[in-house]
Every structure is written in structure tokens, then in C-alpha cells.
């Protein structure tokens, strides 16, 4: 079955940087688009950026200039390089990958990494 397994996560000061990487397996990787998703306590989650199996990436406003979201199909992994770090950038942080069937389509979840900004 899909599974996704984050990592990269910890304890950086503002301005600092993080990579987070997820691995994937039991699905067809290279043909998926894959996400970042953030949760902060109290807060809903949200959509942090896509990556197109083609390589097409989106972004959220509040991230645009800073992440990165990268994918190495060789690897079946996909990265969310975080640059300048800001406080408000504090929250779990969750791989997704929404799988297409024949009438609805399912959203899968890594376990999260918890990314915390502070001085």
C-alpha cells in the first residue's frame, strides 16, 4: 500500500534553512504529484507546495522565494528545500500524495516532521 515517510525536520533559528525529504513506495511514484502540507497547533493544514510529475511546482504566497519542492524519481523521493526560516514557519509537516481511482480519488500521509523556528 502507498506509504510515505518524512524526515528532515528540527530545531532552526530564524533565517535558518531545512531540507525535508519523503520517501515513497507501493505506488506508481514517477507518474504522481506529489505535496507539502504544515500543521500548526490550533491551525488547519495547509497546502505548502506541489510538484507535477512533470516537474510544474506551485507554492503557497507565504513560502514563494524560500521553498523549494524538488522530486528525484530515481529515488521516489520528493524534497522541501526551506530557506529563511521564519517563526510562523512552525508546524508539522506532512508528505501527501492524493492517488487518482476510478471514481474518487484518495489522499495519502506521511507520519510528519516537526519543523520549529526559534530564536
Known amino acids: 500500500q502507498p506509504q510515505l515517510v518524512e524526515s528532515g525536520g528540527g530545531l532552526v533559528q530564524p533565517g535558518g534553512s531545512l531540507r525535508l525529504s519523503c520517501a515513497a513506495s507501493g505506488f506508481s511514484f514517477s507518474i504522481n504529484a506529489m505535496g507539502w502540507y504544515r500543521q500548526a497547533p490550533g491551525k488547519e493544514r495547509e497546502l505548502v507546495a506541489t510538484?507535477?510529475?512533470?516537474?510544474?511546482?506551485n507554492y503557497t504566497d507565504s513560502v514563494k522565494g524560500r521553498f523549494t519542492i524538488s522530486r528525484d524519481n530515481a529515488k521516489n523521493t520528493v524534497y522541501l528545500q526551506m530557506n529563511n526560516l521564519k517563526p510562523e514557519d512552525t508546524a508539522v509537516y506532512y508528505c501527501?500524495?492524493?492517488?487518482?481511482?476510478?471514481?474518487?480519488?484518495?489522499?495519502?500521509w506521511g507520519q510528519g516532521t516537526q519543523v520549529t523556528v526559534s530564536s
Open positions: 510538484i507535477r510529475n512533470t516537474g510544474n511546482t
Open positions: 501527501n500524495a492524493r492517488l487518482g481511482y476510478s471514481d474518487y480519488e484518495w489522499d495519502y
